[in-house]
């Protein structure tokens, strides 16, 4: 989610030059191995493996120097300079903690970075010219747990000073998240410049941006500092109708792109749905209505007191949706918005396996100069795939980090806007791709 974190509203930067010349595009790496699963891009972009023998590498992001910072979830986090060829010539770990496993985020002057466990969220002094962090803090703390582990850490480059967490659900089906206070998949709002000297209470404090986002991990701003999220859905789903259950799970309910405004001026509502209200991808496997389409919300029990119509007007639909199980991990907008690039994970419940993907999304401005995609709302096609596992359906995949493909995570463009940084947090080899449309 990564370009705009670390360069958008450049103006904005303190002290610090922004290093926006980005080197050539490199053919090959010497010393990289060659890419560990078989892939395809899309014709009008190359590709180039410049990292392999990574721990599971997350997330992506570029100081103000072009160095590029990575969270390797597990372990800590990296940074990397490059060299005239275009490939890395450096590597320096910056931060050792086994607890942190996804969440990383830069300041636009490239002076604060902020990084995530499952419970806590830390903020450290960076000096990008000397590649090196102090003066930790913990700045949110008490994040509840659950079965998804992963805190989405996000600076607005709009007002630097709000910082988004995002927490999921704990479980498939976590009821008691349908009530904001409980602190679960939501996504927060906090105002570092307030911080509490031992840090925010996650359940208590700030604002809430969203709740109701089963796991919105992948968090990415527009040029205005509007954010979205691109949202991790159900699994295993089955439609109950006067007692007779249809199973519908292989192509329902649908990953979600959800479109969250202003981090200082919340949608309202703000709730998005989970754990009641859910989007179709295939209507054809709804047997007792004729009445859902692409985009629609449903609910799995419908009944007399709260029936598919009743989530309208109530739950904040998705502005887009995505087939389903394919798991959205990270998302980042282009220099000028006019695409929003989605790293899909893949499917572990699904087979034929779906997923395993980057998205390229259409946006355009509107005559009231908000960012919005191209397609509409109830549309299949409002995405390209610029870059997917070769055969995907085959892809196996018993665990998060285990696959018999590549499991695409961190995503996230250079200064220059001009070279797009792709990862895969497989564990049997962390890796990092180059793009660059030709």
Aim: hydrophobic share 35%.
């Amino acid at each position: 989610m990564r370009w705009l974190l670390s360069t958008a509203l450049g103006a904005a930067l303190t002290g610090t030059a922004l290093s926006q010349t980005a080197p050539p595009f490199p053919s090959s790496c010497a010393g990289v191995a060659a890419a560990k699963y078989p892939y395809t891009a899309d014709s009008a972009w190359q590709i180039t493996k410049i990292a392999s023998g990574l721990r599971q590498p997350r997330t992506i992001i570029f100081d103000p120097l072009g160095n590029m910072l990575v969270l390797q979830a597990t372990s800590g986090v990296s940074v990397h300079t490059f060299g005239a060829d275009g490939c890395l010539n450096s590597t320096k770990i910056i931060i050792q903690n086994s607890g942190l496993n996804h969440g990383l985020s830069l300041t636009p002057d490239g002076k604060t970075l902020y990084t995530s466990s499952a419970t806590q969220v830390w903020s450290w002094s960076y000096d990008a010219a000397t590649r090196a962090v102090s003066n930790q803090k913990t700045v949110v703390t008490g994040i509840s747990q659950g079965i998804h582990s992963t805190r989405t850490v996000a600076v607005s480059p709009k007002n630097p000073n709000i910082l988004l967490v995002s927490t999921g659900s704990n479980g498939n089906w976590d009821y008691a998240a349908g009530n904001a206070a409980t602190g679960r998949a939501c996504v927060k709002a906090f105002d570092m410049s307030k911080a509490p000297a031992s840090g925010y209470s996650y359940n208590t404090a700030g604002t809430m941006l969203a709740y109701g986002v089963r796991n919105e991990v992948a968090l990415a701003f527009d040029p205005n500092g509007h954010a979205w999220g691109v949202e991790n859905s159900g699994d295993d789903f089955r439609r109950t109708v006067n007692g007779q259950a249809v199973d519908v799970h292989i192509d329902n309910p649908a990953e979600e792109l959800n479109y969250f405004g202003d981090p200082e001026s919340p949608r309202s509502p703000n709730w998005f749905g989970y754990p009641t209200c859910f989007t179709v991808w295939e209507p054809s496997l709804f047997k007792d209505t004729t009445a859902l389409k692409v985009g629609s919300q449903f609910v799995v029990t419908p009944n007399t007191t709260f029936n598919d119509a009743s989530c309208n007007g109530v739950s904040n639909a998705p502005r887009l949706s995505f087939p389903a199980h394919t798991a959205p991990i990270g998302s980042v907008f282009d220099k000028t918005a006019a695409n929003l690039y989605i790293t899909f994970h893949g499917s572990w419940d699904r087979q034929p396996a779906a997923g395993y993907y980057v998205a390229e999304v259409p946006f355009t401005k509107t005559a009231d100069g908000i960012y919005d995609p191209v397609a509409a709302a109830d549309s299949k096609t409002g995405y390209k795939t610029i870059l997917t596992a070769r055969d995907p359906a085959s892809c196996v995949s018993p665990s998060l980090t285990q696959s018999t493909c590549w499991r695409l995570a961190g995503v996230s463009w250079d200064n220059s806007g001009s070279r797009l940084f792709v990862s895969s947090d497989n564990q049997a080899d962390g890796e990092i791709f180059v793009m660059k449309k030709k």
